[in-house]
């Protein structure tokens, strides 16, 4: 299982051009251009490359890894994923967006960590409603008025009453900034449609719990359920 | 829905604010600041989703140990080391490749080459057509040298010869177009499409052959039209009659119509008649301009029956998705229809 990442998965994974939305490719182009040439020099065997990759994501792939396995499991993970790209690096192609390569191989490594620890020990499937925990923080930044400050109050419980898959696909879009192509290849749906779905529905039943009641009474319930 | 209407979670969820505020452009931002000062009731909204947008983040929030990510970094770096070794000596065998690809690319050009020759020679002979076309979402009137007026419904086609004016009246068509023709007994006015031939003196008609569609249709508002196909027997219509083709069955049958079910189209208006949910998107399709994509799982069983004169796609397809239990979201040309909720 260590290097699975072979030539023929990485061309699996933009296989779904039939799909591939035009409307957003581009919409958050992380490092854009510098991170193309960075990512073509670590493949040439530069070694600085290499260490800007481990400097710049490490952290923001523990941070996703941490939100649905443990410490000891996602360090292991990060390790492993970086000696598969060492390993594998004059196979790999030049990849259209370097963080949703990263962090769609580590969450395959994880997940398949994670089942085959749970065929050993039983109890280990992580309880799945503390996966992907959102919050919205206050910058103190722009005062805000009781009606705003009570809405995103709402907003905040909200988040969390969502499947933690929806939860997920939301963290990707508007925390990490993927697009929705990027979140395909991370969450491994074959269909660019079927992540807007999730996102849309999330919004929805957002929406849903924002709508119909008056807010003090749902903060009440958001309260209670939570 | 325009953005007047929106909720805070509407903005959420627009790709192009959120477009504004995670990583704004000149555009988003001319477009976004204008907006917000011509709509100062929107205040609220607009805050909210944009703190929501901007400050989104996980409950718990982690990072490696300082020891861990060095470890790992040095873990990583050492690595690389022990597999430079290994690359060098493999090398020289990935020059070999490279010459061996050379090759067959010369050999794959040469080829492209030549087959570009060939096909240059073939088109050269080709006839001289005017060809006028509608793009899905625009409709378009059209003058021929006789006078004749034909309006091209969305996503069609027209094509007639240079000489059109110098004896016979023939046009080609794709698609669906009325057809006002102008009276000249010598001269008859024939329409050839997909699978049928439609041949008049002077009068109007509606002839509808998309192509992806089972069904060709010719309806008569004035005078009369021969229809004719191959290996039927061709028929004859007189006002309020029309005559339908059914290229499975490969019959040429003759009914009365409605005027709005036929003919509404180029008057605006947009008509489903216990038409199956598919046939109904299509038709957006073609008449917005727009491409629908519908969830995976979703299962569209049900037909529709309505009529919409000049309305925004928005308007119809809530009207649609409130009596067929589906939900949409419109961004800029693209429609994503899934199921509600139940």
Known sequence: MKFGMTMKSIDFLYSYSEDHDKTNSSL?????????????????????????????????????????????????????????????????SQTQSVKAYLFSSLRRKIVRKLKKNSREVRESKLNEYSQFRTSIVSDNSTPLDQFTENRL??????????????????????????????????????????????????????????GGVKDELLIFYLAWLW | MTYKNYSDT??????????WVSDPDEETDLFWKRWIANHPEKRREIEVAKKFIQNLQYADEYSLPEKMFSQIHENIIRFDKSQQNQRLSNKR????????????????????????????????????????????????????????????????????????????????????????????????????????????????????????ERLSKVAVITGKVKVSSANVKPVLLTPKQMAVYDQNARKLITREFDFTEE?????????FMNEPLEQVFRELEVWYGVKIQLEDQISLTDVYKGEFKNETLDNVLSAIGYTSGFQYHIEGKNVFVYQSKK
């Open chain 1, 153 to 210: 109050h709402i907003l905040r419980k909200a988040c969390n009453t969502l499947p933690p898959r929806q939860r997920e696909a939301i963290m990707l879009y508007y925390y990490e900034q993927l697009s929705y192509n990027e979140i395909a290849e991370v969450m491994s749906i074959r269909k660019v449609t079927s992540v807007r779905i999730l996102v849309y529905r999330a919004l929805d039943s957002l929406k849903d719990l924002l």
């Open chain 1, 28 to 92: 958050f182009s992380l490092g854009g251009k510098e991170e193309a040439s960075i990512w073509r020099d670590f493949l040439k065997g530069d070694e600085a490359s290499l260490s800007y990759l481990y400097r710049s994501y490490a952290n923001k792939l523990y941070n996703y890894g941490r939100q649905f396995a443990d410490e000891d499991l996602v360090q292991d993970c990060i390790q492993d994923l970086f000696f598969d790209l060492i390993k594998t690096r004059n196979k790999l």
């Open chain 2, 93 to 212: 065998r990935g020059k070999w490749w490279l010459a061996a690809a050379a090759i067959t690319l010369l050999f794959v050009s040469v080829g492209i080459f030549r087959y570009n020759r060939n096909h240059k020679a073939e088109t050269a002979i080709a006839v001289t057509y005017i060809t006028k076309e509608t793009i899905n979402g625009v409709k378009h009137t059209i003058s021929l040298p006789d006078g004749t007026k034909v309006k091209l419904n969305s996503g069609s086609s027209l094509r007639y010869s240079e000489n059109f004016s110098a004896g016979k009246r023939e046009v080609f068509l794709e698609g669906e177009a009325f057809f006002e023709v102008t009276e000249d007994r010598q001269n008859p006015f024939i329409v050839r499409s997909k699978d049928i031939v439609t041949q008049v003196l002077g009068t109007s008609f509606n002839v509808r052959t998309y192509k992806n």
């Open chain 2, 10 to 19: 509407d903005f959420i969820k627009d790709e192009f604010f959120v477009k």
């Open chain 2, 263 to 271: 003919v509404g189209w180029k008057e605006g208006i947009l008509n």
